[in-house]
């Protein structure tokens, strides 16, 4: 148990990391390409342009680090005042503080953070303004002088001490050997906390005494992933040697790293080949001289050759050492998929990935199988989620809705992945969950979906059924309406049940809360709180336009008494899976009687202006009639 805390803790830490510089990346590329363009030894050496250089790692990157790590904490507060104390570990160094400004960034949103909570309900009315702007300027103003005169000196000495290794490890030529560390934590979602956290400040470092810096091609060097995409092109089985080829395009071409980590996952002795190839290709670099003038983001083969001093040694070193590392990984690779006997799953590969990066990734949709057309003469559509109590209710009633107004005749009910009819011809489901429902229905047309709420599927969906207008399945439309009428909204949304202006430092709090409240309500036993937890880290229950819906496992049904609802404010946020969620529905259905309010919840909230005057409704009762309106 302590082993896998410590594991979350290690994924959060490298993920918030990740957040606070990935919004930023276009920033470096611009700072990237005028240094490689203009500084002495550019293409197009200019005095006068290449003086933007300097200002620019030295400002302009750390303080929108820290202005990011600060709203991440506490939204656009957090940020100003995350920035101000940024300034202090800026001015108090010579060298770039990409990691000062990792400290002092969501240091500084904490700080305000926890003024804003300690005042809460303690302002006057009319003085608002004025204790918001003089608590931000008076925090900030001495957090930037505890960082100039504190955190900006250590900074100095780690980063001191990291240079004095790097040249340790040059001199002695065991470089390579950083390798070991920097590509399984790749696979951790630590690769921009190292590269951007540590290797890019001490390599502008060594960029502004020496031209160019090796620790730039550390982490950014796409070869080990491309050999690894390439063993699986010819020796992979399946789904997985069928999508390879796309994802070594998109991993090398693209600089998209994460994408190969599914098929590593996949096969855990792979990493072997990872860092072996990591190693070549920094043997490599050493040997021949290479290295960057900018930092590569992303680690794309094209922002490498962009970021490559303007001499033929340069190019041959950098080209050399990226394929050298391909080479290696590839043989390697390739020994260990002939050899090995494990089942190939890329699917669950992407699930656990997602997983271990604590949030939803930009690339797992990658992975899903490809579908030929929509299937002719539709007449059902299933929305599926593991309970079908909750998130696929929410969804069946906006396709309904769609499908009526485009007077389309086609059955659209929800269930529970494992209670699918095996003659649905449409399922629609959470991304996650694809794989399974697949498994269900392989025959049936699959449709994956991130935001249950707006997603452009529904829209698409209905412009592709528009061409073939179907008959109705008449005992299926009974059944829904029958369903969704076997109760009334009357005694299932009541007003000691919707809570205002509530904090959160988690999702775990909050959903637990909800649970509670369904306890005290006599809607569930006391186990469907825990069953409600186990379902989010399933699948989030994050439905999109920051709303979220926690109910129980489809096994936790008989531990619902009967249906009910709590409705929970949260005007600040709650993250949910890098998610931030502003309204929280708690949900315990028993037979259908849930329903019809669902439905309506959900139309509600497919509206963020709906949204909007829900999250600032003074009062239950007001906020009770935004939803019943719809």
Not at 131 to 151: C, H, Q, R, T
Not at 156 to 180: E, K, N, R
Not at 196 to 209: C, K, M, N, V, W
Not at 335 to 359: F, N, S, V, Y
Request: hydrophobic residues 45%; proline residues 4%.
């Amino acid at each position: 148990m302590a082993q896998s805390n410590i594991k979350v803790a290690v994924q959060k830490f490298g993920n918030f990391l990740s957040s606070m510089v990935m919004p930023n990346i276009g920033a470096f590329i611009a700072w990237g390409l005028i240094t490689a363009l203009f500084i002495p030894t550019g293409f197009f050496p200019n005095e006068s342009l290449a003086k933007l250089v300097d200002p620019m790692v030295k400002y302009l990157l750390p303080l929108l680090i820290g202005y990011t790590g600060g709203k991440l904490v506490h939204d656009q507060r957090g940020g100003v005042v995350g920035a101000i104390a940024t300034m202090g570990v800026i001015v108090g160094s010579d060298i770039p503080m990409f990691l000062g400004a990792m400290i002092m960034g969501p240091l500084g949103g904490y700080i305000i953070k926890k003024f804003d909570q300690f005042i809460e309900g303690k302002v006057k009315t009319g003085f608002e303004m004025l204790i918001n702007n003089f608590s931000a300027g008076i925090l900030g103003g001495i957090l930037a002088i505890l960082a100039f005169l504190g955190v900006s000196p250590a900074v100095d000495g780690f980063t001191g001490a990291l240079v004095v290794g790097v040249d340790w490890m040059v001199a002695h030529g065991l470089l390579p050997l950083t390798s070991i560390l920097i590509e399984p934590a790749k696979i951790l979602f630590l690769n921009n906390a190292i590269n951007h956290g540590i290797l890019s400040p001490i390599g502008a470092e060594q960029i502004r005494t020496n031209g160019q810096s090796i620790l730039l091609l550390l982490e950014t060097n796409p070869g080990p992933g491309l050999g690894i995409l390439l063993a699986y092109c010819f020796f992979g089985k399946g789904t997985a040697k069928q999508s390879a080829p796309g994802a070594a395009i998109i991993h090398f071409i693209g600089g998209i790293h994460e994408i190969y980590f599914p098929y590593v996952l996949m096969r855990p002795l792979l990493i072997i080949a990872a860092i072996l190839g990591g190693m070549s290709g920094v043997f490599t670099f050493v040997l021949l001289g290479g290295g960057l003038q900018a930092v590569a983001s992303p680690g794309s083969i094209l922002a490498i050759l962009a970021a490559t001093p303007g001499n033929a040694g340069s190019y041959v070193a950098n080209i050399s050492g990226v394929l050298v590392a391909a080479i290696v990984s590839f043989i390697v690779g390739s020994l260990i998929l002939k050899t090995g006997k494990q089942t190939e799953d890329l699917d669950e590969a992407a699930r656990k990935m997602q997983e271990m990066k604590g949030k939803k990734s930009s690339v797992a949709g990658s992975f899903t199988k490809q579908q030929g057309e929509v299937p002719a003469s539709v007449q059902k559509i299933v929305f599926a989620c593991d309970a079908g109590m909750g998130s696929s209710a929410m969804g069946a009633s906006l396709l309904r809705k769609k499908v009526k107004q485009a007077d389309l005749n086609i059955s659209v009910t929800n269930t529970a992945i494992s209670n699918i009819p095996s003659d649905a011809q449409i399922v629609i489901t959470q991304e996650e969950l694809t794989p399974r429902a697949q498994n269900k229905v392989p025959d049936a047309y699959h449709i994956s979906v991130d935001n249950f709420l707006s997603s452009p599927e529904y829209d698409k969906l209905i412009d592709q059924l528009k061409n073939d207008h179907t008959t109705s399945n008449e005992e299926e439309e009974k059944k829904v309406s029958e369903q969704n009428n076997t109760d009334s909204n009357d005694g299932l949304l009541k007003e000691e049940n919707v809570f205002l202006n509530q904090h959160f430092s988690s999702k775990e709090e909050a959903i637990r809360f909800a649970g509670s409240v369904l306890v005290k309500g006599g809607y569930v036993e006391e186990n469907y709180v825990e069953a409600m937890i186990e379902r989010d880290n399933m699948t989030s229950t994050y439905m999109g336009n920051d709303v979220a819906i926690p109910h129980g496992t489809e096994e936790a049904k008989k531990n619902v008494l009967r249906s009910g609802f709590t409705v929970i404010q949260v005007p600040e946020g709650v993250d949910f899976d890098g998610e931030k969620v502003r309204l929280i529905f708690g949900i315990a259905g028993k037979d259908g009687t849930h329903l019809e309010i669902l439905s309506g919840i959900a139309i509600t909230c497919s509206d963020m202006d709906n949204i909007e005057k829900m999250v600032h409704a003074k009062s239950a009762k007001e906020l009770m009639a935004i939803i019943q309106s719809n």
